[in-house]
């Protein structure tokens, strides 16, 4: 397995288990699942309804909580000063724990609220209670926003990111002021046909002896880009952490490239409408 090292000096495990619409009676085996198959990284979020579950899952694999890495994120309408704070630990409640690795701001709903927001977390980190600090769904603007007015800097931007929506510019922004980008929906999510069924990807896969899915999440992750597939299905679990014996050669990382179409599935940065 591989990390990355956060600007803040914190290792994050570069492959973790995404949880989005992972319903609570199957994520708890998901989790057990994953860790089994050498995850240490799960990424889940209270809009998901999921915490308690994978908290539970948690305690009961009793593996060190050191050796884990756990991300939530703040919704919506907790963002505010006080009810981003409330909203952290019912999430620390929920998910039985003494801290977070990684608190995100879940999407930027304005620079106020995304300010505010900060700025409890930024106390919460301090306190102890969050490893990094970090951001999703937010543009270069909204970025630079945080950077001109934050003491802790925010270690990373979780944004979609696929073959088809390649965020080849928003990374080197992001690197270039010390943030790593993290991908949602790194297969597509439902439009996982779409992935499945593409040509170039299928000859790729085919070369190196590996699944579609494997391809897609190996070439994110030779670009740095920090990845969370989403399965509820063991076979799918092992087989999309199953990447670290091959390495695509230059001609195939071109290759993907030209596969971006900017094609978006999830809501723009801006005037989110929930
Ligand atoms: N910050 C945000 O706003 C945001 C938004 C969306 C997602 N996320 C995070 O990112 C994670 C990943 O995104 P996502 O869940 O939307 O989509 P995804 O990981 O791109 O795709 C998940 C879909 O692919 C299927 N799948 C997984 N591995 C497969 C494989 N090897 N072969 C065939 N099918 C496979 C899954 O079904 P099965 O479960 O049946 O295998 C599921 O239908 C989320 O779970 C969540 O943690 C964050």
Redesign the pocket.
Known sequence: MKNVKLNNGIEMPIVGL?????KSEDVYNAVLDAFEAGYRHI??AMIYGNEEAIGKAIKDSKIPREELFITT?LWNSDQGYESAKEAFNLSLKKLDLEYVDLYLI??FKGYELALDSYRAMEELYNEGKIKALGV??FNVHHIMKILEHCTVPPTVN?V?T?IALQNVFLQEYCESVGVKLEA???????H?NDL?TNETMIEIAKKYNK?V?QIAIKWLVTRGVIV??????KN?IV??FDIFDFELNEEDMVNIKKLNQARKF?PEFDNVPF
């Open positions: 995404g949880t989005f619409r992972s990424d889940t994120k879940h999407w999703s769904n979780q979609e696929h949602y929906a790194p297969l597509m999510s439902q996982i499945l699944s899915p969370i597939p989403k399965s509820i299905n799918r087989e999309n999830f």
